[in-house]
């Protein structure tokens, strides 16, 4: 079974940054593409910022870029998302997640971890 644990989340003033991560267990993560969502309230689910299996690639959400850092190292089994330059629009549960970026298909989930950004 493949679980998903992150943490690091918290209450951070405006401008503030925080660094979250996810540790997997139950399965090595290196053959896994690996995301951040972020879900807000009343609000959809949103990617972040996503990783593919190899670490090479990168992608990150318009609203993140620039002040948001997505690494993987696949020897701990782990994923972070620095986030730096933080506002009250970043407020959200955050989850990470392994699977398939080019199925669509984000296989396994963690239970998330809060993150609040106060002006």
């Known amino acids: 079974q493949v679980v998903l644990r992150e943490s690091g989340g918290g209450l951070v003033q405006a401008g503030g940054s925080l660094s979250l991560s996810c540790v997997v267990s139950?399965?090595?993560?290196?053959?896994?593409?690996m995301a951040w969502f972020r879900q807000a309230p009343g609000k959809e689910r949103e990617l972040v910022a996503r990783?593919?299996?190899?670490?090479?690639?990168?992608a990150y959400a318009d609203s993140v870029k620039g002040r948001f850092t997505i690494s993987r190292s696949n020897a701990q089994n782990t994923l972070s998302l620095q986030m730096n330059g933080l506002n009250p629009e970043d407020t959200a549960v955050y989850y990470c997640?392994?699977?398939?970026?080019?199925?669509?298909?984000?296989?396994?989930w963690g239970q998330g971890t809060q993150v609040t950004v106060s002006s």
């Open positions: 997640a392994a699977g398939f970026e080019d199925r669509n298909d984000y296989k396994f």
């Open positions: 990783i593919d299996y190899t670490g090479d690639k990168v």
């Open positions: 139950g399965h090595t993560i290196h053959m896994y593409d």
